[in-house]
């Protein structure tokens, strides 16, 4: 029973890491965007 209860949570287990890492990265990359577009002034402002 066990091995199958594994089998079917590991997917789950596996997606979740993957999208707990994309949203990590997406944050980090738009914490850095936002930096760096706050960074470069417009020109006459």
């Known amino acids: 029973m066990e ?4 089998a079917v949570l590991t997917p789950y287990l596996t997606w ?3 999208l707990f890492c ?6 980090f990359s738009g914490l850095n965007l936002a930096f760096f577009y706050h960074e470069q002034s ?4």
């Open 3 to 6: 091995t199958i209860h594994n």
């Open 22 to 27: 994309l949203t990590q990265s997406a944050m």
């Open 42 to 45: 417009p020109p006459g402002g």
């Open 16 to 18: 979740l890491g993957i």
